[in-house]
């Protein structure tokens, strides 16, 4: 009995559900339609995607994105469709064949590329705002990241896409 009740709660409960993390920190949404975690960081798959103001192609393009790479946060999933909150806060729906789970981040401002997580590690390169970065290992104040064939650390508050569940 108890699993008929759970499994009306779970088609009854929308798009997500909730869940604790391991850590005990915020909830976790998990969708129903990608079992994946909601909000959740993306990247766009191709040089040029179509972001719209539903969730199907009958639906107005609102923003045409020319960057393949670019971190998308998922807000919210309905069927084959993801809406995302883009860099700059623009909120669209993007065909979920649209997006990789490739982490990437942009520079949210010019910062210095350190060799090290400590702050007076060696200078390795300097970034500049708006800079697309392969997003590696994150603690809870450094990411790991790779750029322009450098390898560094950068402050992960300067990272739009470097997420607290990256590690």
Avoid at 97 to 111: E, I
Avoid at 139 to 163: E, I, K, Y
Wanted: glycine share 10%; net charge positive; hydrophobic share 40%.
């Amino acid at each position: 009995m108890k699993r008929a009740v759970l499994a009306l709660a779970v088609l009854l409960a929308g798009p997500s559900l909730p869940f604790a993390s391991a850590e005990g920190q915020e909830e976790v949404q998990i969708s129903r339609f990608s079992g994946k975690p909601v909000p959740r960081f993306e990247t766009l798959r191709h040089e040029k995607v179509n972001g719209r103001v539903g969730p199907s192609k009958d639906h107005k393009v609102q923003w045409e994105y020319k960057r393949r790479g670019l971190p998308m946060l998922i807000l919210k999933e309905s069927g084959d469709w993801r809406y995302v909150r883009d860099p700059q806060g623009d909120e669209v729906w993007i065909e979920r064949t649209q997006l990789a789970a490739q982490q990437n981040a942009v520079a949210l401002a010019d910062f210095v590329l350190k060799a090290g997580r400590a702050s007076d590690s060696a200078d390795v390169a300097t970034v500049s705002e708006g800079a697309l970065l392969e997003l590696g290992t994150c603690d809870a104040s450094m990411c790991q990241v790779t750029a322009g064939g450098f390898r560094g650390w950068a402050p992960r508050r300067q990272l739009w896409g470097a997420t607290a569940t990256k590690g």
